[in-house]
């Protein structure tokens, strides 16, 4: 039986978690935890061996290749050999790249790269665990168990799994990408991968973004770089908050212009407005749209963001791509 816990005891919001994993599981062989190596997946790691020991649960992260962020890999290392859990690797980024090739789309990369491929690897024998949880739903209920994929922390909202996280003083280790929300470098291409081009510019440009501000030691809230623009040119837009200092700014800036597949380095440093070609399926769904730029967009810019939804003819186009930038614009 599933219930929806909210309470100011992170004890007994654990042992509520661990007696519905025990019962949920019961008619599984084994349980395999989706292990990202971030918050919300390690907690759901720790509550399952909790709930089931070492015995019935296995680790699976889905390499991302060069999408997969060094320091998010070497935390899942640290984290197998911290539980001392049996955890596997398994090959995503060629399936990620055939569904990025079409725009971004993290829900079809969730769904069918990363649950998709653990699913075909262990089979519908196991119940396999997530760490979705309120701040993926983007304001859209979901469901918290399906055939035999699992979310635990379903109900929860991100302060009750930090709770969590630091009662037990699990080693939660950030990438420095965003205080509540980390994960593969793709989501912040805005427009289709459909060339290396494409992929070593968002690659190259998030990882030397987040070398820069590491040296520096600065503390933040959000950093990432977004790749917008034409396919045949790539902007870099530069999300850091709060803003760096002004000789800070020019070393990155410096160092993303010597990128070769970066055409245009643009600072996000005030409201802007994003003007944004959807495919025909989403152009003409208006909740579809709000939730796309409050709950896909937004959570990842470091200023208020606006956009400007035009439709689009190339029928190649799944969801949608980021075509052009204004800054200095009325965002409400």
């Given at each position: 039986?599933?219930?929806?816990?909210?309470?100011?005891?992170?004890?007994?919001?654990?042992?509520?978690?661990?007696?519905?994993?025990?019962?949920?599981?019961?008619?599984?062989?084994?349980?395999?935890?989706?292990?990202?190596?971030?918050?919300?997946?390690?907690?759901?790691?720790?509550?399952?061996?909790?709930?089931?020991?070492?015995?019935?649960?296995?680790?699976?992260?889905?390499?991302?290749?060069?999408?997969?962020?060094?320091?998010?890999?070497?935390?899942?290392?640290?984290?197998?050999?911290?539980?001392?859990?049996?955890?596997?690797?398994?090959?995503?980024?060629?399936?990620?790249?055939?569904?990025?090739?079409?725009?971004?789309?993290?829900?079809?990369?969730?769904?069918?790269?990363?649950?998709?491929?653990?699913?075909?690897?262990?089979?519908?024998?196991?119940?396999?665990?997530?760490?979705?949880?309120?701040?993926?739903?983007?304001?859209?209920?979901?469901?918290?168990?399906?055939?035999?994929?699992?979310?635990?922390?379903?109900?929860?909202?991100?302060?009750?799994?930090q709770n969590l996280a630091s009662f037990f003083r699990l080693p939660v280790r950030r990438i420095g990408e965003n205080s509540l929300r980390e994960g593969c470098l793709v989501k912040h291409l805005l427009k289709p991968l459909v060339s290396p081009y494409h992929a070593q510019a968002v690659v190259k440009s998030n990882e030397m973004l987040w070398q820069v501000l590491d040296e520096a030691g600065f503390e933040r809230n959000i950093a990432n770089v977004k790749i917008i623009g034409p396919l045949g040119r790539n902007q870099a837009l530069i999300n850091v908050q709060p803003l760096p200092p002004r000789h800070l700014q020019a070393k990155i800036e410096d160092v993303l212009r010597k990128l070769p597949e970066i055409g245009e380095v643009i600072w996000i440093d005030e409201p802007v407005t994003l003007v944004v070609r959807a495919n025909p399926g989403q152009y003409h769904n208006s909740e579809t749209l709000f939730w796309l730029e409050k709950g896909r967009l937004q959570p990842d810019f470091a200023f208020p963001i606006k956009v400007k939804w035009m439709p689009s003819s190339n029928r190649r186009l799944r969801t949608f791509q980021v075509v052009e930038c204004i800054k200095g614009a009325t965002v409400s």
């Amino acid at each position: 039986m599933m219930v929806a816990v909210h309470t100011d005891s992170p004890l007994f919001l654990a042992e509520t978690l661990i007696a519905e994993i025990r019962a949920i599981s019961v008619s599984f062989s084994k349980v395999v935890v989706a292990l990202s190596g971030g918050l919300d997946s390690t907690v759901a790691l720790f509550l399952s061996l909790l709930a089931l020991g070492k015995d019935k649960v296995i680790a699976c992260t889905v390499d991302w290749g060069e999408y997969f962020p060094e320091k998010a890999r070497r935390q899942v290392l640290f984290l197998r050999d911290y539980f001392d859990v049996a955890h596997y690797f398994l090959p995503g980024k060629v399936t990620l790249e055939e569904i990025a090739s079409g725009g971004p789309s993290c829900n079809l990369c969730t769904k069918k790269a990363k649950l998709g491929t653990i699913r075909s690897y262990f089979g519908n024998g196991v119940l396999i665990v997530g760490g979705a949880n309120q701040s993926d739903s983007w304001g859209k209920r979901g469901t918290k168990l399906l055939f035999n994929t699992y979310s635990p922390l379903f109900d929860l909202e991100k302060e009750e799994i930090q709770n969590l996280a630091s009662f037990f003083r699990l080693p939660v280790r950030r990438i420095g990408e965003n205080s509540l929300r980390e994960g593969c470098l793709v989501k912040h291409l805005l427009k289709p991968l459909v060339s290396p081009y494409h992929a070593q510019a968002v690659v190259k440009s998030n990882e030397m973004l987040w070398q820069v501000l590491d040296e520096a030691g600065f503390e933040r809230n959000i950093a990432n770089v977004k790749i917008i623009g034409p396919l045949g040119r790539n902007q870099a837009l530069i999300n850091v908050q709060p803003l760096p200092p002004r000789h800070l700014q020019a070393k990155i800036e410096d160092v993303l212009r010597k990128l070769p597949e970066i055409g245009e380095v643009i600072w996000i440093d005030e409201p802007v407005t994003l003007v944004v070609r959807a495919n025909p399926g989403q152009y003409h769904n208006s909740e579809t749209l709000f939730w796309l730029e409050k709950g896909r967009l937004q959570p990842d810019f470091a200023f208020p963001i606006k956009v400007k939804w035009m439709p689009s003819s190339n029928r190649r186009l799944r969801t949608f791509q980021v075509v052009e930038c204004i800054k200095g614009a009325t965002v409400s």
